[in-house]
């Protein structure tokens, strides 16, 4: 159970989760369309 935990810590879907918890609605979406505007600059480069 302990290595479960230690590997979702290190994935960074389960990062995101981990901060979406200590999130509001709008901070949620905030932080999401950062992620894609990150993605889209990232393909553009």
């Not at 230690?6 to 932080?31: F, H, N, Q, W, Y």
């Amino acid at each position: 159970k302990m290595g479960m935990s230690m590997r979702k810590t290190a994935d960074p879907m389960a990062v995101i989760d981990k901060k979406v918890d200590s999130l509001d609605e709008k901070g949620v979406a905030d932080l999401i369309a950062k992620l894609q505007k990150k993605q889209r600059e990232g393909k553009a480069a």
